[in-house]
Structures are given as structure tokens and as C-alpha cells.
């Protein structure tokens, strides 16, 4: 974890061998692949058969959506979905956004806005808040054309990493702003997720709210 955390292997690189890492740390095989079988779990690394142990990427199709949980009611998954930027802007963090980003007073977020659709029918309205300092030149010129997952851009140019998350999630009404981007009626149910990510350290560095609609779609999580 600690190489990890550190950045001596990044998103995409291929870990030493379990040998190579026994020796390096001084134990035996068994406790490096126990180690390694608990960051796999966590998606931390990927395991690819015949080629070694790589550094997970949001950038791979098994990874870049795990924190999205939507899945239609056709079975099929929710994935890809067209993305439209609202706004992108930088200002100083209001106090809750400052308390769930660990940010000193008068620190400064960007603050995103965007839809996510499905079949041309916006299905979740994104309002995202980050750490000004961590994401220094983040446009919404730059959100728009980056064609990969939110993450990988994130990963990818600035070094954040979203390792893990945690969500709050209730029901409320669609108001008059929401309904029309979400082009449902006022007073139309809607689904509150309410997430916090992490990086190593466990320092936060998004908070999101997300409102989503699901008419046609349902949210889903395995639990274990």
C-alpha cells in the first residue's frame, strides 16, 4: 500500500513478482499474495492472467463505473451514458463543503455541474465539489473534451485517485430547477445520493450530490 500511496507504481504499471516483493520486504511469499489478494479485492490492483499484477486505472472498463450503481430495468447496465457539462466553476468553499472536504476556511473548490443521460433521457443530475488546490486548470473546455470516465481524467492529469466511497441515499421530490433539467415533472420521485470519495489516507477529495431518476432504471449493490 505503501508504494501505492506513494506513487512508485502508477495507475496502469505492473507490480514486482510476488518473488521480487518477498525479498524486497523481507517475508515470505504466502503473506505478499495475501497481501496482494486484499488490494485486488478492494480494486486497488488488477490481476491479468499470464502478464502479472497491474495498478487498477479508472481508465479500465471493469473499474471506471464500479461507483456508479445504476442498472435498467431491462437488465442491462446502465453504461455508457452521454455526459453534458453545465458549469465548471471555482470559488471559495461554503462551510458544508468545506467540512466534507477537510478544507480550511476560506479554501477554494470547483464546483461541476452535469447530466447524464441514457438514450437521450438525462437520468442523473451531478452537482460535484473538489479541493481548488488539487485540480489547478480543471475547465469545463477540458471536462468536455476528455473522452474517458470522470475518475480517469482526474487519475490521469492531476494524480487523484478514487479508491473508495461511501453514499447516503433517500427518496425526495424533484424541484422546479431539477425537473427541468431532468425533464420530469415537479413533484416527480427522484433517488438522493449523496456521495463522499477518497484517495489514500483516506482524505476526501469529491463530494457529490446526485439526483436520479428512476422511472427506468434501478439502483444496485451487492453486499457481502
Not at 453514499?167 to 433539467?181: F, M, N, P, W, Y
Not at 463522499?196 to 463530494?207: A, C, F, H, I, N
Request: proline share 4%; with cysteine; hydrophobic share 40%.
Amino acid at each position: 500500500m505503501r508504494g501505492l500511496q506513494g506513487g512508485e507504481w502508477k495507475p496502469g504499471e505492473a507490480i514486482p513478482s510476488e518473488l521480487d516483493m518477498a525479498a524486497r520486504f523481507r517475508v515470505s511469499q504466502g503473506t505478499v499474495r495475501k497481501a496482494i489478494d486484499e488490494l485486488a479485492a478492494e480494486n486497488l490492483l488488477v490481476r491479468r492472467q499470464g502478464k502479472g499484477t497491474f495498478v487498477s486505472t479508472h481508465a479500465e472498463e471493469q473499474v471506471q463505473y464500479r461507483f456508479l450503481r445504476l442498472q435498467s430495468e431491462e437488465g442491462g447496465a446502465a453504461q455508457p451514458m452521454q455526459r453534458h457539462f453545465l458549469d465548471c466553476r471555482r470559488a471559495r468553499a461554503s462551510a458544508d463543503v468545506a467540512r466534507m472536504l477537510e478544507l480550511r476556511a476560506g479554501d477554494t473548490a470547483v464546483q461541476i455541474r452535469r447530466t447524464l443521460s441514457s438514450r437521450d433521457r438525462p437520468v442523473v443530475l451531478d452537482d460535484i465539489w473538489l479541493p481548488g488546490a488539487l485540480f489547478k486548470g480543471l475547465t469545463a473546455e477540458r471536462l468536455s473534451e476528455y473522452r474517458g470516465p470522470l475518475y480517469g481524467l482526474f487519475e490521469a492529469e492531476f494524480g487523484v485517485r478514487m479508491i473508495r466511497a461511501e453514499e447516503k441515499i433517500r427518496a425526495v421530490s424533484a424541484d422546479a430547477g431539477s425537473a427541468d433539467l431532468l425533464k420530469v415533472p415537479v413533484g416527480a420521485p427522484l433517488l438522493s445520493v449523496e456521495r463522499l470519495s477518497r484517495t489514500y489516507g483516506d482524505k476526501p477529495v469529491e463530494w457529490r450530490r446526485g439526483l436520479y431518476n428512476t422511472e427506468n432504471f434501478h439502483y444496485r449493490n451487492e453486499l457481502s
